[in-house]
């Protein structure tokens, strides 16, 4: 079975620029949520969406948003992009969305921003 | 506000040995805890998971404590091996749906 897939495994951009990022969930699952690591760090929550509604928003600035599909894909978007912005992007899903549960995340997408 | 902290930022440990990895966290309100084994280039791998009703997990060569008293949260890998070299996430959850709060990591490196 395959597991939690995200596209693209590497980007490079340049400040000011915007970004999209893609994550398909395990078949079957119906929750997708986004995580930033920034390297040596801890991921750091920024959404969660469960059944196309957004049920969760992390401390990050409103450059970020995020949406999810009727087939429960998702996309992760980052406007006007800052050197700060450079982060390993992790897409995280689970089979149901209000009640805590195991995560299940996919390899990441580094973003570097130059 | 909620941290989650890990008392050791790296541990090594000969081959063989068995480990243990701590985690200290501060929201009493958590209720649901996530151990996570992440390997270089690659995102984080589910180990084991323990919900605040109970005191100790046991998994495949692993086992997981919780003292609700102290907050604090271990990891525990008998008999290491190369492969478990790796850094290690606790998470916890205080009930918001899946918004989970990392700590800092712990980097293992298992000595042959």
């Known amino acids: 079975d395959a597991g939690v897939t995200q596209s693209p495994t590497h980007l490079i951009k340049t400040r000011g620029q915007q970004v999209t990022l893609r994550c398909s969930p395990i078949?079957?699952?119906?929750?997708v949520s986004w995580y930033q690591q920034v390297l040596g760090q801890g991921p750091q929550f920024i959404f969660q969406?469960?059944?196309?509604?957004?049920?969760g928003r992390g401390n990050f600035p409103d450059r970020f948003s995020a949406r999810q599909f009727p087939n429960y894909s998702s996309e992760l978007n980052v406007n006007a992009l800052l050197l700060g912005d450079s982060a390993l992007y992790l897409c995280?899903?689970?089979?149901?969305?209000?009640?805590?549960?195991?995560?299940?995340f996919g390899s990441g997408t580094q973003l570097s921003v130059l | 506000g909620e941290s989650v902290g890990l008392h050791l930022p790296t541990l090594s440990v000969q081959e063989g040995d068995n480990s243990i990895i701590n985690c200290a966290y501060s929201?009493?309100?958590?209720?649901?805890f996530i151990w996570y084994k992440q390997e270089s280039g690659k995102g984080p791998q589910f180990i084991i998971d323990?919900?605040?009703?109970?005191d100790k997990r046991q998994g495949q060569r692993v086992t997981v404590l919780l003292n609700k008293t102290v907050k604090h949260l271990s990891l525990q890998i008998a008999a290491t091996q190369p492969g478990d070299s790796a850094v290690y996430f606790c998470?916890?959850?205080?009930?918001?749906?899946?918004?989970?709060?990392f700590g800092t990591g712990t980097s293992l490196t298992v000595i042959p």
């Open positions: 995280a899903s689970s089979s149901i969305g209000g009640y805590p549960e195991k995560l299940f």
């Open positions: 078949s079957g699952h119906k929750s």
């Open positions: 969406y469960y059944e196309k509604e957004e049920r």
């Open positions: 929201n009493s309100a958590s209720d649901y």
């Open positions: 323990i919900r605040s009703n109970m």
């Open positions: 998470a916890e959850n205080i009930g918001t749906g899946n918004q989970f709060y």
